[in-house]
């Protein structure tokens, strides 16, 4: 129905375990870029196959995709259960493709952990991929640690 409208379909993807500022301005700015954000949100079993440590998801799926949700700048959450987002993004074929800036939007190998996942099928169908600058000192990681702390 969007695109039958004419928007322009925005997607990202991640684990969003515990949303603070960085996410927060990183998905702001990737619903600048269209007029559609759809974000994809690693499974509870997704995300405890990346290795990211025993205690994490620290939110389960539904409460971080409630919380993402709530943002008046989303438009919808989906969940996916790979290691990475590329089937979905084959489904629901984004017109633009967002990252953070730890990503490089023109690597080409997808073995280098720069590649952003999916890219290479969106330029295909003439989409575009972008790398969003990130906000220094936020992320999950740094949080967690400084709670232990």
């Known amino acids: 129905m969007w695109r039958l409208k004419g928007d322009q379909v925005v ?9 603070h500022k960085g996410h927060v301005t990183y998905l702001a700015k990737a619903a600048e870029e269209g007029s559609r954000l759809i974000i994809g949100i690693n499974t509870d079993q ?28 989303v438009d919808a959450v989906v969940f996916f259960n790979d290691q990475t987002p590329l089937d ?20 080409m190998d997808p073995k280098s952990p720069k590649y952003i996942v999916g890219s290479d099928v969106v330029k295909k169908y003439g989409g ?9 000192g936020f992320s999950t990681t740094s949080i967690l640690k400084k709670a232990r702390d």
């Open 11 to 19: 997607f990202t993807n991640g684990c969003f375990d515990i949303l």
């Open 46 to 73: 997704s995300v405890r196959e990346q290795g990211k440590g025993p205690e994490r998801p620290i939110n389960d799926q539904d409460a971080r995709a409630l919380v993402l949700a709530s943002l008046g700048f």
């Open 88 to 107: 979905l993004i084959k489904s629901i074929q984004p017109d633009i493709l967002v990252k953070g800036a730890d990503y490089d939007a023109d690597e």
């Open 128 to 136: 575009k991929v972008k790398a969003i600058q990130l906000v220094e």
